[in-house]
């Protein structure tokens, strides 16, 4: 009798929802066998995305989807999201935090260029294999995209500044990477594990490799560390297990624990203001025979490269060993 009177009850609720907010099911489109939603046209009336008005009275952040698209989004294998430019007038400029997070259905979405921020998970768990993001774009949020399986391609717009903590995490299917110089913080864990990474061409306008940001990235070969990076950061590369080549910047002056752990890495490019390595550094980098140090014409082994056979197996313990103390 209990569960008989709940499901009357959610009906109901249903219904009394979608009365009194009218919805336009012209803004809602099925596709032909009834598997997809398309969340486009007008979208002023709400009917498909919650939302706040922001501080300035003239913006407003999509927080989600009404009850009407969440108790129904359940029966769709597939559901293709439009962001407006503006709902009532209000223009939207940014997504909130866990505004879509999980929904697995999500296969697709187009942004308004007029979104600025998004928050942190707001598309965690998303099905989609493309991303064009907006064109205003200047920070994505913690794990905003993180684990999603399916996303092979990502284009940055020339606004962003901002990548924070684990946004791109466990998008495993992810292949290449190009950041556009504007952006100047990439936090920890950004793209840790995205292990089908190949390529990375990394911003111009970066300081550090923050911890983790590229950990577990297995099929990335090789790597240019931009002139703008002063240091590189605990793990910021361990696990790296096809990373061979490894340029690093002439500004660099700290790599720190871990950082090119269990890395495949045959050959290092330094520069003589390098004076600071950390323990395991390069732990188990067993193949490590090449360091080149600007300025010099020689390629070679270590002794060659640092004077004598002593020299050169003190450091290269250093680089791939444990140091006890």
């Not at 002023?44 to 108790?71: M, Q």
């Not at 903590?165 to 990477?177: D, G, K, Q, R, V």
């Not at 297995?218 to 240019?224: C, F, G, M, N, P």
């Not at 910021?236 to 790599?255: Q, R, Y």
């Amino acid at each position: 009798m209990k569960k008989y009177f709940c499901l009357l009850l959610l009906v109901a609720m249903c219904m009394s929802f979608v009365a009194c907010n009218d919805v336009n099911t012209e803004d809602i489109t099925e596709s032909e066998n009834s598997t997809a939603l398309d969340l486009s046209g007008d979208l002023r009336e709400h009917e498909v995305f919650t939302y706040e008005i922001n501080p300035d009275g003239k913006t407003c952040t999509i927080t989600g989807f009404t009850a009407y698209i969440f108790l129904s989004s359940p029966t769709y294998s597939q559901i293709n999201v439009v962001i407006p430019d503006d709902i009532y007038g209000y223009t939207v400029t940014e997504i909130a935090a866990s505004a879509f997070d999980f929904h697995g259905q999500i296969e697709s979405v187009q942004f308004s260029d007029n979104i600025t921020k998004i928050g942190d998970y707001a598309f965690a768990g998303c099905s989609f294999e493309k991303l064009k993001l907006p064109a205003e774009l200047t920070e994505i949020g913690k794990s905003a995209f993180a684990a999603c399986l399916n996303l092979k391609e990502v284009e940055f717009g020339n606004k962003l500044t901002t990548i924070d903590a684990y946004a791109f995490m466990e998008c495993s299917s992810l292949l290449n990477l190009n950041l556009p110089d504007s952006v100047t913080y990439v936090n920890m864990g950004a793209f840790i594990d995205c292990t089908s990474l190949e390529t990375v061409q990394l911003s111009n306008g970066i300081k550090a490799i923050f911890p983790s940001t590229f950990s577990g990235c297995e099929k990335l070969t090789s790597i240019v560390i931009p002139d703008s990076v002063v240091s590189i950061q605990r793990a910021a590369f361990k696990n790296c297990k096809s990373l061979k080549d490894v340029e690093l910047s002439n500004m660099i002056t700290w790599i720190g624990e871990y950082a090119f752990a269990g890395c495949d890495i045959e050959s290092l490019t330094t520069h003589h203001r390098l004076n600071s390595i950390s323990e395991y550094a390069f732990y188990e980098c067993n193949n490590l025979k090449n360091v080149r140090v600007r300025g010099s014409e020689n390629w070679g082994d270590l002794a060659e490269i640092l004077g004598n056979p002593e020299t050169a197996a003190e450091f290269l313990v250093n680089l791939t060993e444990p140091i006890h103390r």
